[in-house]
């Protein structure tokens, strides 16, 4: 019996009970728009289905759950290479998988790609009788059975779907939970993929459990705060800085402030310009601008300070010279010493030339202080 149609004229349902009352055994091949599909019956009933005809979707779904080691993987994938049998058979046969495990992964797949395969509001389907399903690991599933799980499906996804609203929606982890957090085992497996980068469809291909045990379990974990949707290029890290930033302005270090530095000691205040130098200060040194720098504004040049000679007074006899005047003289003989020149009497002796430029060059000696004391001795 040749068996084709589009899903526009018959449902996908009917298509079934079809099959089954007929008790047929063979594939049924369903395209719509580029995407393959298929169902395998047997005896009128379902022993696997995939939305992907293209991919190895129940081996897929037993390397994501971790069951399958390499040595036994590489030798399935040899065997279905050779287009004996599916890897999924393959594994069962050669011991590589738990037989139990095995058989409940094929359930799920199945249900799993019927539910998918029922969203496809048109298409074309074709069934190939006798055709054998090279995945076949003893699963019988009763279509009425298949269809109801599927639709039950269905109305949770459309409350999932709700919460994940697209399959490249990507979730991040929250660093603050709402509470102590309870989770299953396959729970955990998925909140181990979930970085803030991967998308749902990337988590749905490397788990290999299908977009609706995949997006309704991630849409449980919203619900009680364990993963977020993460909303544009806002994750968690991305929030706590910005709000960082707004106490910058109470700490002092916002982005005007500029980067905090060690704190320095305050710099000795600078002479006024307009204050008047001491008499013989030598007139300040200023550096000359580097080669290829602004040199600043012109810098008027100040006339070097005249100083009004020394008055003299007319010399005395040393008999008026009071007991004063002697002991100044004698005070200022001794500490002055040969440096400045000795004091006879009321007159006094020209310092030492070498002396004087000893005093000018030696930064620790007031040279206008002592000039003026030595002025001051003289006219006593």
Same mark, same amino acid.
């Given at each position: 019996?040749?068996?084709?149609?589009?899903?526009?004229?018959?449902?996908?349902?009917?298509?079934?009970?079809?099959?089954?009352?007929?008790?047929?055994?063979?594939?049924?091949?369903?395209?719509?728009?580029?995407?393959?599909?298929?169902?395998?019956?047997?005896?009128?009933?379902?022993?696997?289905?995939?939305?992907?005809?293209?991919?190895?979707?129940?081996?897929?779904?037993?390397?994501?759950?971790? *069951?399958? $080691?390499?040595?036994?993987? &590489? +030798?399935?994938?040899?065997?279905? =290479?050779? !287009? %004996?049998?599916? /890897?999924?058979?393959?594994?069962?046969?050669?011991?590589?998988?738990?037989?139990?495990?095995?058989?409940?992964?094929?359930?799920?797949?199945?249900?799993?790609?019927?539910?998918?395969?029922?969203?496809?509001?048109?298409?074309?389907?074709?069934?190939?009788?006798?055709?054998?399903?090279?995945?076949?690991?003893?699963?019988?599933?009763?279509?009425?059975?298949?269809?109801?799980?599927a639709n039950r499906r269905r109305e949770a996804w459309d409350q999932a779907s709700t919460v994940i609203?697209?399959?490249?929606?990507?979730?991040?982890?929250?660093?603050?939970?709402?509470?102590?957090?309870?989770?299953?085992?396959?729970?955990?497996?998925?909140?181990?993929? *979930?970085? $803030?980068?991967?998308?749902? &469809? +990337?988590?749905?291909?490397?788990? =290999?459990? !299908? %977009?609706?045990? /995949?997006?309704?379990?991630?849409?449980?974990?919203?619900?009680?705060?364990?993963?977020?949707?993460?909303?544009?290029?806002?994750?968690?890290?991305?929030?706590?800085?910005?709000?960082?930033?707004?106490?910058?302005?109470?700490?002092?270090?916002?982005?005007?402030?500029?980067?905090?530095?060690?704190?320095?000691?305050?710099?000795?205040?600078?002479?006024?310009?307009?204050?008047?130098?001491?008499?013989?200060?030598?007139?300040?040194?200023?550096?000359?601008?580097?080669?290829?720098?602004?040199?600043?504004?012109?810098?008027?040049?100040?006339?070097?300070?005249?100083?009004?000679?020394?008055?003299?007074?007319?010399?005395?006899?040393?008999?008026?010279?009071?007991?004063?005047?002697?002991?100044?003289?004698?005070?200022?003989?001794?500490?002055? !010493?040969?440096?400045?020149?000795?004091?006879?009497?009321?007159?006094?002796?020209?310092?030492?030339?070498?002396?004087?430029?000893?005093?000018?060059?030696?930064?620790?000696?007031?040279?206008?202080?002592?000039?003026?004391?030595?002025?001051?001795?003289?006219?006593?």
């Amino acid at each position: 019996m040749k068996l084709e149609g589009s899903l526009d004229a018959f449902g996908l349902p009917d298509v079934f009970q079809l099959l089954s009352y007929t008790k047929k055994a063979g594939g049924l091949h369903l395209r719509n728009a580029g995407a393959r599909g298929v169902v395998y019956f047997a005896n009128g009933a379902v022993t696997g289905a995939s939305a992907e005809e293209a991919r190895q979707s129940l081996a897929r779904r037993l390397i994501g759950s971790g *069951v399958v $080691g390499d040595a036994a993987l &590489r +030798d399935a994938i040899e065997r279905a =290479g050779a !287009g %004996q049998v599916g /890897v999924g058979r393959a594994l069962l046969e050669s011991g590589g998988v738990d037989e139990e495990l095995l058989r409940e992964a094929a359930t799920e797949q199945a249900i799993d790609a019927v539910f998918d395969l029922l969203r496809w509001a048109q298409g074309d389907f074709a069934f190939s009788m006798d055709e054998d399903n090279p995945d076949d690991v003893g699963v019988q599933l009763t279509t009425d059975w298949v269809v109801e799980e599927a639709n039950r499906r269905r109305e949770a996804w459309d409350q999932a779907s709700t919460v994940i609203p697209s399959p490249d929606a990507v979730l991040t982890l929250p660093v603050v939970l709402p509470g102590d957090p309870d989770v299953t085992r396959d729970e955990w497996a998925l909140l181990a993929l *979930v970085d $803030g980068r991967r998308r749902v &469809r +990337d988590l749905v291909d490397v788990t =290999g459990c !299908g %977009q609706f045990a /995949v997006v309704s379990t991630l849409a449980g974990l919203v619900g009680r705060g364990l993963v977020a949707v993460r909303d544009g290029d806002d994750d968690h890290v991305t929030g706590v800085a910005r709000r960082m930033a707004l106490l910058a302005g109470l700490e002092g270090t916002g982005a005007d402030a500029g980067p905090v530095r060690a704190t320095e000691p305050p710099a000795a205040p600078k002479p006024s310009a307009t204050a008047a130098p001491e008499a013989g200060d030598a007139p300040e040194e200023r550096p000359e601008a580097p080669v290829g720098r602004s040199a600043g504004p012109p810098v008027t040049s100040r006339p070097e300070p005249t100083f009004s000679p020394v008055r003299r007074p007319d010399p005395q006899p040393a008999s008026t010279l009071s007991p004063v005047g002697s002991l100044v003289s004698s005070s200022v003989s001794s500490s002055v !010493g040969s440096s400045v020149g000795e004091v006879h009497g009321s007159t006094a002796v020209a310092p030492d030339p070498e002396a004087r430029s000893l005093i000018e060059r030696d930064p620790s000696v007031n040279r206008s202080l002592l000039l003026r004391l030595i002025a001051g001795v003289r006219g006593l």
